[in-house]
């Protein structure tokens, strides 16, 4: 513990609006609504709160706490909304951490999804494989971090099935994505399981295209949109905290909507 904190109200102030820029939403929006101010951040710690570093620290400790309250409040059978055909948003927008001209371009043909980590089954699958599996269609809400949302339609095959047929360890803590792009992210196993959550081939009624993640992307309508990746090339069930592109850079892990 340091010493007793001399700064002024507004040094304060400044102090956690600055540390709470490095966190996310919802957790930040989270704690703001809370009006959280570095007296509360002092009682909850125990800890004096004289310098950024300091602030900083305790926040990070916040966020793993936070991401840990999200999980034990996330219900397993709560469903996201689902729209009607006419609610779709068209033109659907197109997101990444490049423009849309530089999405990859990948083979369908000789495309293979690598799954590895704690699997029984460990062989790849072609595209022709996933799409003879049971197929559903669902339209949700895609509410991306920036400050947009969009309604529309995706297919494929629920990833709960996908991954008993892999012989997956369902009592693992995550499932981790690698993207063609450079992109990764990972989810908890309790979200992975989620009745909406899919592995999709499909948008709006036809093969998914490029710029919204062929061959395929992970759905997951009770998630902010950076937590569903496009363009999957391998999924991993670990123990391994795998964090993701986005989730280095400060966003919230859990990310639950
Ligand atoms: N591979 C990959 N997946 C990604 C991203 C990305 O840059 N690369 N961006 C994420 C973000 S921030 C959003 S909002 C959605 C956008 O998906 P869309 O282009 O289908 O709207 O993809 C997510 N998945
Ligand atoms: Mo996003």
Redesign the pocket.
């Known amino acids: 513990m340091d010493q007793p904190t001399t700064l002024s109200v507004s040094d304060r102030r400044h102090l956690v609006r600055d540390a709470l820029s490095l966190i996310e939403s919802p957790g930040r929006r989270l704690l703001l609504r809370g009006g959280l101010n570095v007296g509360t951040l002092a009682m909850l710690t125990g800890c004096s709160l004289n310098d950024g570093r300091a602030a900083e620290g305790v926040l990070r400790h916040v966020s793993t706490f936070n991401d840990r309250v999200q999980a034990w409040l996330f219900n397993p059978r709560k469903l996201a909304p689902e729209y009607s055909a006419d609610q779709i948003t068209r033109p659907?927008?197109?997101?990444?951490?490049?423009p849309e001209s530089r999405a990859p371009v990948i083979n369908g043909a000789d495309f293979a999804l690598a799954v590895g980590g704690l699997v029984a089954d460990k062989r790849p699958w072609t595209l022709e494989k996933l799409n003879a599996l049971p197929q559903e269609s669902q339209i949700t809400r895609?509410v991306?971090?920036?400050g947009w949302s969009?309604i529309?339609q995706w297919s494929g095959v629920r990833f709960s099935h996908f991954l008993h047929l892999v012989g997956a360890d369902l009592q693992a803590k995550y499932v981790g994505f690698q993207?063609?792009?450079g992109?990764w992210?990972s989810i908890d196993m309790p979200t992975a399981l989620h009745p909406q959550t899919q592995l999709t081939l499909g948008?709006g009624g036809a093969v998914l295209p490029v710029?919204?993640?062929f061959p395929m992307?992970l759905r997951i309508p009770t998630k902010?949109?950076?937590?569903?990746?496009?363009?999957?090339t391998e999924i991993v069930v670990t123990n391994q905290y795998p964090g993701g592109?986005?989730e280095k850079r400060g966003y919230n892990w859990f990310s639950g909507l």
């Open positions: 659907f927008p197109f997101n990444a951490f490049y895609h991306c971090v920036e969009a529309g993207c063609a792009d992109y992210t948008f710029r919204y993640g992307k902010l949109g950076f937590k569903n990746p496009k363009h999957i592109y986005w």
